[in-house]
């Protein structure tokens, strides 16, 4: 694919800076662009000390309904009043948040973390921006650009699309919106996928919300644990956010802080911590204000202030033009890709990639992914034919379904992330003799011990304790990657 000279990328945050770092290591693409809607790159990791105006909560909704295209100007460049709709571009960490991924993972293989293991929020905004200028990237940087809208063009070779983007900047002098278009031999998708907050329709909730307004809220709209000082409060959900909220909101809110659990955590002894008590999934809101719970129990109305959801985001892709690309880039019903290879490239869509999607090591499998892009668009390296690709697809989705598992989750301890990176690793291969490229890093003894023994928080019953993080001493319940 030695035709590619010209590559975008949507976003800058960690995906987008190794995407710019790997694409510009090979040393064969005349225009590299990272179109980053915020004022500078982060992504995750820029805290917003004023969330703005809050969001409104969707029970059931998702990305295509809550966040869906803007109306693009019929004619381009255009100039328009500014749009203040809803985009969830604020950033989803709170005040008190400090990393739970290894730093050795959660680096890339060039440029370690200033210290570690976990660090607080703005260690990973300070590493990803200085990743763009360490690297000479800050100079393809485009912010406060939003790219709406990315279409396929009609180009001589059908098997090898090139794409116009539709671009959007805020002008905040004058207060308007300016667009523009741009063309590309190729775009990588790097736009996070936790902007969009979910929650899950439950039997009159929308009805609760309405009649008790302010009440109910996502973990993306807490800030500090301050804000709930003696407040009742319900937390729903038991991953990361569910764990780390209910944490920090037992030395602040009133006791007991409920927690609703649809299944256990690597966290969880036999009984919730002291001033927590779990509870089942909820079944039912009553207008009345009482809350009823799957095991038949109840929390009546007077008894709760807060309650926060913490169950997670949803993908979005607003950009993307099904029209035009010829395929629904991503299935709400089986959560996944349509047609995606590796969680990276896609079948039928060879110019088009994606990074930062699995769940796996976070920033050091992006390395791979980005490497593994650059290799094959530089013309250096060869992805199997479709026909391999589609049965990769298959089986993964037999799999995943079978194991009643996440199609983009992939596990640690049954050997699948090694798996996965060593997939990305050989499609990278080495760089050139003459030094032009990346070397794909190493899964090293070193990064798999910390993997499976760093961990945040402790977990019952299989800890030692350092330096103030858990030595975790065995593999049992969840796997070790569950919360990434
Ligand atoms: C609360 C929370 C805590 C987390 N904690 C950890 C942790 O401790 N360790 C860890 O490794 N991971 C953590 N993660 C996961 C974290 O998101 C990833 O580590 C990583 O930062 C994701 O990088 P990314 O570049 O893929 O996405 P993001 O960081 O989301 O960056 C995407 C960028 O794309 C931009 N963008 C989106 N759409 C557009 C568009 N249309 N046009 C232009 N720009 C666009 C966004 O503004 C953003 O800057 C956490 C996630 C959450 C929600
Ligand atoms: N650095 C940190 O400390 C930190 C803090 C917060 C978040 N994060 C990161 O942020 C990302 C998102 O984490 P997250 O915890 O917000 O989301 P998440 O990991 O997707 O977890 C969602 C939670 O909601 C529950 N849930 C989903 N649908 C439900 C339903 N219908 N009814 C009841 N429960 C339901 C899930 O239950 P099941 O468990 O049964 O599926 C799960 O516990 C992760 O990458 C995480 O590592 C990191």
Not at 75 to 102: C, Q
Not at 191 to 196: A, C, I, R
Not at 358 to 378: G, K
Not at 427 to 453: C, H, K, M, S, Y
Request: charged share 25%.
């Amino acid at each position: 694919m030695s035709h590619i000279k010209s590559v975008a990328i949507v976003g800058a945050g960690a995906s987008g800076a190794i995407a710019a770092s790997a694409l510009a290591a090979e040393d064969v693409f005349d225009h590299i662009r990272v179109f980053e809607r915020r004022g500078t790159a982060g992504g995750t990791w820029i805290y917003d000390a004023d969330p703005g105006q809050p969001f409104k909560l969707c029970p059931g909704k998702l990305p295509p309904d809550i966040d869906s295209p803007l109306e693009i100007p019929c004619s381009l460049p255009a100039t328009t009043p500014h749009i203040t709709r809803e985009r969830y571009d604020k950033t989803p960490i709170y005040e008190n948040l400090t990393t739970n991924v290894p730093d050795i993972a959660m680096s890339y293989s060039d440029l370690p973390f200033s210290y570690g293991p976990f660090v607080p929020h703005w260690v990973p905004k300070q590493y990803i921006e200085n990743y763009f200028s360490s690297h000479g990237t800050d100079k393809y940087l485009i912010t406060n650009t939003t790219v709406e809208d990315i279409s396929k063009l009609d180009s001589p070779d059908p098997n090898n699309p090139r794409w116009s983007l539709t671009l959007r900047r805020f002008h905040p002098v004058n207060q308007q919106d300016e667009w523009w278009e741009e063309e590309f031999d190729a775009v990588i998708i790097a736009n996070g996928h936790y902007s969009v907050p979910y929650v899950p329709k439950v039997p009159g909730l929308e009805e609760y919300m309405a009649k008790y307004p302010k009440r109910v809220m996502h973990s993306k709209q807490f800030c500090s644990a301050t804000d709930f000082t003696q407040k009742r409060v319900m937390i729903i959900g038991n991953s990361a956010s569910g764990q780390d909220l209910t944490t920090s909101l037992v030395r602040e809110a009133a006791h007991p802080v409920y927690q609703s659990r649809r299944s256990a955590g690597r966290w969880d002894g036999d009984k919730p911590p002291e001033g927590v008590e779990w509870k089942s999934v909820i079944t039912r809101y009553e207008l009345s204000g009482d809350i009823v719970f799957s095991d038949g129990s109840v929390i009546l109305g007077d008894e709760i202030d807060k309650i926060i959801y913490c169950t997670g985001y949803k993908p979005s892709f607003p950009f993307w033009n099904i029209q035009r690309g010829g395929q629904q880039l991503y299935d709400y019903h089986e959560d996944r890709l349509v047609g995606g290879y590796l969680h990276t490239f896609f079948q039928e869509l060879p110019t088009l990639t994606i990074i930062g999607l699995p769940r796996v090591l976070t920033f050091r499998s992006m390395e791979y992914q980005a490497i593994a892009i650059a290799r094959v668009w530089s013309g250096r390296s060869v992805l199997p034919d479709k026909q391999g690709q589609r049965l990769w697809e298959q089986n993964r989705a037999e799999l995943t379904k079978r194991e009643r598992r996440k199609f983009h989750d992939i596990p640690w301890d049954d050997g699948e992330t090694v798996q996965y990176l060593q997939a990305l690793f050989d499609i990278a291969g080495l760089p050139r003799f003459d030094g032009a490229g990346r070397f794909p890093p190493v899964l090293d003894e070193r990064t798999r011990w910390a993997i499976r023994n760093i961990k945040k928080y402790p977990e019952p019953g299989r800890n030692g304790t350092e330096d103030g993080y858990v030595i975790f001493n065995s593999a049992e319940v969840k796997d070790s990657l569950h919360f990434i």
